[in-house]
Each structure stands twice: as C-alpha cells, then as structure tokens.
C-alpha cells in the first residue's frame, strides 16, 4: 500500500518505520524534523520498558531523584524503581528520521496546505510534484491540518500550551517539579545531556502567556540567577489534553486516514506527557493497517481509558481539596511522612501505576499508609 505520513515526531516516523518493515511503500513529510520539540523531554519507565525504539544508544540523561514541590517550601524527594530518562527531542527526532530511511521511508521536506480526496486514496501537492497515496496517517501535532481537514480539529478549550527556555549547563540528574496554589498546571526542571529544559503547562486564558513567563523567569532566576535566561531559548508549543467529554467524540481515524499521537489526542490531560502514546498508537496502526476499522478500538482500550480515567481525575487533582487543604499540597505532605505513599506517587510519575487502578490501590493501601502515618516510617 502507498502511505502518506504528515508529521515526522515521535509517533509519525515510528508508524513510518514500522509500516515500511510490513512491506508498503511509504512517504513522511514534515516542514522541518529533525528539530527540537517543546517539553521536557521525559521518558517514563512505562515507556522505556514497553517501547523498543528507545532501548537504542539515544544520548539521555538519567534520572536518580525526583522532587516534587508544592509552594516553595513543602516538597518530597522520589527516587525512582525503574529506570526514568531525559533526551533531547531534536536527538530523537534525528535518530528515528536516520532509522526510518534506513527501512526504505522516503523523507520528503515540505510543508503540507493542501489534500485531495480521490478515488484511491489522497492527492497531495508537493513542491515540484504530486504524491498519490492510498491511505495518509496524520501525525502533526495538536492543531494538526490531517486533523483539521478530514476530521474535527482539537476544540481550544481542550488544548494546553507549554512554553519554557533551554538553557545552557549541567546539574544533577533530579527532575523537578513545581505546584503553585492556585494554578492549574506545574513547572518543569529537566536535566538534559548539555542544557536544562525549565517549562510550564497550563490551560490558555486571556492574557496568560506574560503571568506565565514571569513565573517562569522567577523560578529560573532563583536557581540559576538573573542572567541565565539572556542564554537560554524560548519555546511554546500546544499540547492536547482533552475532557472527558470530549474522550466520547474524539474522532481519530476514517475512510482511508487515521491520527496518532498529539493528533489524535493521546496525551495524559494531567501532566501533558505523551511520548508513550504517541509511540504505541504508531504500533497499534501498523498492525491494524489491513483492518483499519480495528484501530479506534484497540487505540481506546490501550491507551483510551487511561486517559478518559485521568480527564475525570484533573478536575480534583488541581482544584480538589483533601483534608482541608489542596489536593496536591496534602499529597505531597502526606508522602514525605508514609513510605507507602511516596512509593505509589513514585511509580505514578514513573508511568507504573494506572490511573485506572489508582483508586483501588489507595483503598488496599489505607492500613499500610496509616501505619506509616502513625510510626512515623518515611
């Protein structure tokens, strides 16, 4: 089959890659890969065990510590069971983009504004040609045109949007991440091979991006000082974090097309992270090419519920009180005195424990965490 992939991230040149090794005949396409995407950069050991690409030599940072902070005061420090790494996105991106011509992936550099419907697939003008393909995988991020153009595009309420700076230097392998009362997002501080990734995310609201940046700029100017930032570069970026509502009409795939990743809306609506997803709906698509009407369904009982399970959950986690307090800040308290809790926050980072099966989890753990509470085990 003659396939079209518009987008070449994570989830488009891994679909690109696999579908190649399957025997079709396949084109990706995208203005400007490799280049550095937005965000953190953060692999969670769900997905460092469960996709193969990432066990290659990718430069990355590891990660021994994660601390997490409500405020600037009250914090509890994490040390991961599982192996959690940091690459550079611009790395990977290149990484995958040499493995998907090595399996035979035609790379096309251009930007896409146009699609044809035709009888056998898609037309699709290219710079000095027209590409005819029978089927066309979308993989262009969160406003994705395939998106936009065959389907319904990401409503902006279900959109989020990061901003952050790379900056230069070298720091201790603890990833960081910071709660502040009454905003509903967190900052990042990300250990990388040769910069620091500082970000927020956070839903849009009128005005937000210059309260963002300021807050931002505080945090870095803290840690590093007042001239990091003049050394640093300023990115944005949208990310899907759709509502459960949403979950019920998020359409990814039709006649001949179908989304993955952030075009599909697969990314955690809580933490806006979605390398995971982004590369396993590439694998459920591959599989599922010659049946394509098997892949909303095996994509919603994968990764669907996980994440319609985590839009239910935003709500309380970011505005929910718990004993009296806000959610996060009693959270956090409550791990730095129970062993038990730390251990379930840890693996809930790391990507090992569900949000699916956290609320029982947390019932079968109550006489644990309460011993802890009462002998003051940490």
Same mark, same amino acid.
């Given at each position: 089959?003659?396939?079209? /992939?518009?987008?070449?991230?994570?989830? &488009?040149?891994?679909?690109?890659?696999?579908?190649?090794?399957?025997?079709?005949?396949?084109?990706?396409?995208?203005?400007?890969?490799?280049?550095?995407?937005?965000?953190?950069?953060?692999?969670?050991?769900?997905?460092?065990?469960?996709?193969?690409?990432?066990?290659?030599?990718?430069?990355?940072?590891?990660?021994?510590?994660?601390?997490?902070?409500?405020?600037?005061?009250?914090?509890?420090? /994490?040390?991961?069971?599982?192996? =959690?790494?940091? /690459?550079?996105?611009?790395?990977?991106?290149?990484?995958?983009?040499?493995?998907?011509?090595?399996?035979?992936?035609?790379?096309?550099?251009?930007?896409?504004?146009?699609?044809?419907?035709?009888?056998?697939?898609?037309?699709?003008?290219?710079?000095?040609?027209?590409?005819?393909?029978?089927?066309?995988?979308?993989?262009?991020?969160?406003?994705?045109?395939?998106?936009?153009?065959?389907?319904?595009?990401?409503?902006?309420?279900? !959109?989020?949007?990061?901003?952050? +700076?790379?900056?230069?230097?070298?720091?201790?392998?603890?990833?960081?991440? +910071?709660?502040?009362?009454?905003?509903?997002?967190?900052?990042?501080?990300?250990?990388?091979?040769?910069?620091?990734?500082?970000?927020?995310?956070?839903?849009?609201?009128? &005005?937000?991006?210059?309260?963002?940046?300021?807050?931002?700029?505080?945090?870095?100017?803290?840690? !590093?000082?007042?001239?990091?930032?003049?050394?640093?570069?300023?990115?944005?970026?949208? /990310?899907?974090?759709?509502?459960?509502?949403?979950?019920?009409?998020?359409?990814?795939?039709?006649?001949?097309?179908?989304?993955?990743?952030?075009?599909?809306?697969?990314?955690?609506?809580?933490?806006?992270?979605? =390398? +995971?997803?982004?590369?396993?709906?590439?694998?459920?698509?591959?599989?599922?090419?010659?049946?394509?009407?098997?892949?909303?369904?095996?994509?919603?009982?994968?990764?669907?519920?996980?994440?319609?399970?985590?839009?239910?959950?935003?709500?309380?986690?970011?505005?929910?009180?718990?004993?009296?307090?806000?959610?996060?800040?009693?959270?956090?308290?409550?791990?730095?005195?129970?062993?038990?809790?730390? &251990?379930?926050?840890?693996?809930?980072?790391?990507?090992?424990?569900? +949000?699916?099966?956290?609320?029982?989890? !947390?019932?079968?753990?109550?006489?644990?965490?309460?011993?802890?509470? !009462?002998?003051?085990?940490?």
């Amino acid at each position: 089959m003659r396939i079209a /992939v518009v987008g070449a991230g994570p989830a &488009g040149t891994w679909a690109s890659i696999l579908l190649a090794k399957r025997g079709h005949s396949v084109t990706l396409i995208d203005p400007q890969a490799p280049w550095e995407k937005p965000c953190g950069g953060g692999v969670t050991s769900k997905a460092l065990a469960a996709c193969a690409v990432l066990e290659s030599e990718l430069p990355r940072r590891h990660i021994d510590k994660i601390t997490i902070y409500f405020g600037d005061k009250t914090n509890v420090s /994490v040390e991961p069971q599982q192996p =959690i790494a940091v /690459v550079s996105r611009r790395d990977f991106s290149k990484y995958l983009l040499d493995e998907a011509v090595k399996a035979g992936v035609t790379f096309v550099k251009h930007r896409i504004n146009h699609i044809d419907a035709v009888p056998d697939g898609w037309k699709i003008p290219l710079q000095n040609s027209e590409l005819h393909a029978q089927y066309l995988i979308g993989a262009d991020g969160a406003t994705s045109y395939v998106r936009r153009t065959l389907g319904t595009p990401i409503a902006p309420e279900d !959109l989020c949007m990061t901003l952050g +700076y790379f900056i230069p230097g070298n720091v201790p392998p603890t990833m960081k991440i +910071y709660f502040i009362p009454s905003f509903e997002g967190y900052i990042w501080s990300f250990p990388r091979s040769n910069h620091i990734s500082y970000g927020l995310i956070t839903r849009t609201e009128p &005005g937000w991006t210059a309260r963002a940046k300021m807050l931002l700029s505080n945090f870095i100017t803290a840690e !590093l000082g007042p001239d990091a930032i003049e050394n640093g570069e300023f990115y944005s970026a949208p /990310v899907p974090c759709l509502s459960a509502r949403s979950w019920q009409k998020n359409q990814i795939s039709g006649e001949r097309w179908a989304l993955v990743g952030d075009a599909a809306g697969l990314a955690d609506p809580i933490t806006g992270e979605g =390398i +995971y997803s982004a590369l396993r709906s590439a694998e459920i698509l591959a599989t599922t090419i010659e049946s394509p009407e098997q892949y909303p369904s095996k994509v919603m009982a994968d990764l669907g519920r996980e994440l319609m399970r985590a839009s239910r959950m935003y709500r309380r986690f970011y505005r929910g009180r718990f004993f009296g307090g806000d959610f996060r800040k009693r959270t956090i308290q409550l791990s730095i005195r129970s062993r038990t809790l730390k &251990g379930i926050l840890g693996n809930l980072i790391a990507g090992n424990q569900s +949000y699916v099966g956290l609320k029982k989890k !947390l019932f079968f753990s109550i006489p644990a965490i309460s011993l802890d509470l !009462l002998s003051g085990r940490r």
